[in-house]
Nanobody, 127 residues
Framework: QVQLVESGGGLVQAGGSLRLSCAASGRTFSNNTMGWFRQAPGKEREFVAGITRSGIRIYYADSVRGRFTISRDNAKNTVYLQMNSLKPEDTAVYYC????????????????????WGQGTQVTVSS
């Protein structure tokens, strides 16, 4: 069974930091572009950050650029999202996802280009 499992969410004060992890099991995603998305209550799921299979190409949403850092450890089949200087508007359920096409694929912000999703981890930032 293929699974992506996110962890590391929680409650933090504004200005604080969290590090999310996304561990894959059942198959390797070391050859896939990976992405982090988030969904706040009443809003659509939105792209946060993406990283190509080698980690050379990285892309961030404007709202998190300069505060969040995506990285991956292919040996551990794990993707990370370091979140610093958190704001109340960062409150959401955070999901990791694997691009549907293996190999080198440019980072896309389109949800329908990712076909494996984790169950999400809640991040709450208090003011």
């Amino acid at each position: 069974q293929v699974q992506l499992v996110e962890s590391g969410g929680g409650l933090v004060q504004a200005g604080g930091s969290l590090r999310l992890s996304c561990a894959a099991s059942g198959r390797t995603f070391s050859n896939n572009t990976m992405g982090w998305f988030r969904q706040a209550p009443g809003k659509e799921r939105e792209f946060v950050a993406g990283i190509t299979r080698s980690g050379i190409r990285i892309y961030y949403a404007d709202s998190v650029r300069g505060r969040f850092t995506i990285s991956r450890d292919n040996a551990k089949n794990t993707v990370y999202l370091q979140m610093n200087s958190l704001k109340p508007e960062d409150t959401a359920v955070y999901y990791c996802a694997a691009h549907r096409v293996p190999g080198y694929v440019p980072i896309t912000t389109r949800r329908d280009e990712y076909n494996y999703w984790g169950q999400g981890t809640q991040v709450t930032v208090s003011s």
